[in-house]
């Protein structure tokens, strides 16, 4: 017998507490990247399942089922769904892992832990979420309260497609929210597993509901529908200025984590050794499909072949694998439009005049099936290049040397993007200034990728805007309301 865990040939929506075929009763497929193989058929959302869950939401929300419930019970509900998510874990790892093409090391070791601790973090939140009593001019009484926004709606992107949805979801619901998510086309099976866990939770029907379908028909018919006050996005830049101008018609919050092309920047006093650290673990982490990747790493004329070689040398350890085997540290590309793109942009490289130092093909694995690309280094690029300048979002390095730390910083601001960045130096003082200059949501100094549940993450510029994470992420999913009580007798 296979003790593997199965994903099921075919899925439904969750709404309103069910489990729904669309309204049209269209479906998709969702294929194992590694493979090309059809994983299973996922039910379509579209306008009418939409608005049959805003109703539901609403509903839910006026009738005071979730944001009602004593800020404890809400915590504890959450505590329900840690709980759910460590009890699915090999399940939901497993899910993860074929329909992203992440290596099953990074999903069960690392993301699926993450996404329950997230919930715990936010479980505490719920009771902590408070307004202030304010000094006034006269004899009043006055204070803020903290509300729930109300019907909420998440769109995720592939590539954390777990993670993206609960540094949403968590938040939300903590704060009273309900919420409706809908993934990605490409990885829809590891939501639909968390709605099963919701709802063994005990959450009210359409509290939390999940509508997998096409970004165009259902992520626009969520933006556009007037019964949905937040959109919480994740994913490009150029779609997140579709869903800001479309939100505008009904003025919902917005808030946008885009794309990136984070600067990682070696001083010249920096260990060699673990600056290339660094910069593997920042751009080949989950193949380089990582907002925050370090995809530009600038080089210092003086250390140049020091850490190039080191580069060079853990990028060629790096072998594309089967993201099944625990052994695995580098999976497939999550689809065959990303690896297309991918495959674009090292030929693009290439034609600038960038010199590929390893990698540079699409890599075969097995049967020769699969969407696997070797893990690619660029150095000799200028900031201006294409690859310099654009994301890629995928396994492919840019290196650019510079000569001091001004011009550094000049290169590194100069970019459309500002999610991220990094500097390895061992001189503390030059470490704080660098990340006071940097224009990035978050600065890293001495290491890459590090993420918590309490330190906020998002962006700069066309990074985006709006805080996820941390104490910041509550304010993200609250109103402030002013309450003045006169108190003259
Ligand atoms: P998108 O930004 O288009 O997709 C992100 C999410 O938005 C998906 O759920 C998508 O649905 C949905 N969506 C798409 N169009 C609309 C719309 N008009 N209204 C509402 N929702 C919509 O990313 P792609 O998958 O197209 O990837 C393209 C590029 O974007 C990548 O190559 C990468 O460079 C970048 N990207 C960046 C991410 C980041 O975290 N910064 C994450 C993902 C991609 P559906 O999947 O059904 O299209």
Same mark, same amino acid.
């Given at each position: ?26 479906? *998709? ?57 460590? +009890? ?67 769109? %995720? ?28 086309? *490409? ?64 003025? +919902?919050?917005?808030?946008?984590? !885009? ?8 001083? $010249?006093?920096?260990?060699? $050794? ?23 790493? *600038?080089?210092? $004329? ?8 080191? %580069? ?14 625990? +052994? ?151 109103? !402030? ?9």
């Amino acid at each position: 017998m296979d003790p593997r865990p199965a994903a099921k040939p075919q899925y439904d929506l969750y709404l309103n507490g069910a489990w729904v075929p669309s309204a049209t009763g269209e479906t *998709f497929e969702t294929l194992n990247p590694a493979t090309e193989q059809v994983i299973s058929r996922v039910a379509a959302a579209g306008e009418r399942d939409v608005d049959a869950a805003v109703k539901a939401a609403r509903a839910a929300f006026d009738a005071g089922k979730w944001t009602q419930l004593s800020a404890s019970d809400r915590g504890k509900a959450l505590l329900r769904i840690a709980e759910g998510i460590r +009890k699915n874990l090999d399940e939901l790892a497993f899910l993860e892992t074929i329909d992203a093409g992440k290596t099953i090391g990074e999903t069960k070791n690392i993301e699926v832990p993450l996404a329950a601790e997230l919930f715990e973090y936010y479980a505490g939140w719920a009771t902590k979420i408070t307004g202030e009593t304010i000094p006034v001019r006269g004899n009043y009484l006055a204070y803020t309260l903290r509300e729930p926004i109300g019907v909420c709606a998440a769109i %995720v992107p592939w590539n954390f497609p777990l993670l993206m949805a609960v540094w949403k979801i968590a938040p939300a619901l903590a704060a009273g929210n309900v919420m409706i998510v809908k993934p990605s086309e *490409f990885t829809p099976l590891s939501l639909l597993k968390l709605a099963e866990i919701v709802h063994e939770a005990g959450l009210p029907p359409g509290v939390f509901q999940v509508l997998p379908g096409f970004g165009p028909s259902a992520g626009a018919a969520l933006v556009r529908h007037p019964g949905v006050d937040k959109i919480a996005f994740t994913g490009s830049t150029a779609t997140g200025q579709t869903v800001m101008r479309e939100a505008a018609a009904t003025l +919902k919050r917005v808030s946008l984590e !885009l794309g990136g092309k984070s600067p990682n920047i070696v001083l $010249e006093d920096a260990d060699p $050794e673990a600056a290339a650290r660094g910069a593997i673990a920042g751009i080949f982490y989950n193949k380089g499909e990582v907002c925050a990747a370090g995809s530009r790493l *600038f080089v210092p $004329e003086k250390l140049h072949d020091a850490v190039m070689e080191k %580069v060079v040398e853990r990028a060629k350890k790096l072998v594309p694998g089967d993201p099944l085997d625990p +052994k695995t540290r580098f999976g497939a590309i999550a689809s065959k439009p990303q690896l297309e793109k991918v495959l674009g942009y090292i030929q693009t490289g290439k034609a600038e005049g960038a010199k590929c130092v390893t990698g540079g093909e699409r890599a075969k694995v097995g049967d020769g099936k699969g969407y696997f690309v070797q893990p690619t280094v660029f150095d000799g690029a200028t900031n201006q290049m294409r690859i310099a300048r654009e994301e890629i979002f995928g396994p492919v390095l840019t290196a650019i040397t510079y000569k001091d730390l001004d011009e550094v910083i000049a290169l590194a601001n100069d970019s459309p993007y500002g999610l991220a960045a990094a500097v390895f130096t061992r001189d503390v003082k030059k470490a704080h200034v660098v990340a006071r200059r940097l224009k990035a949501g978050t600065v890293w100094v001495n290491t890459y990728n590090i993420y918590d549940p309490a330190l906020p993450f998002g962006g700069v510029k066309q990074s985006g805007f709006g805080r996820e994470l941390g104490s910041a992420a509550i304010d993200n999913y609250t109103e !402030l309301k002013s309450v003045c009580v006169d108190l003259n007798l």
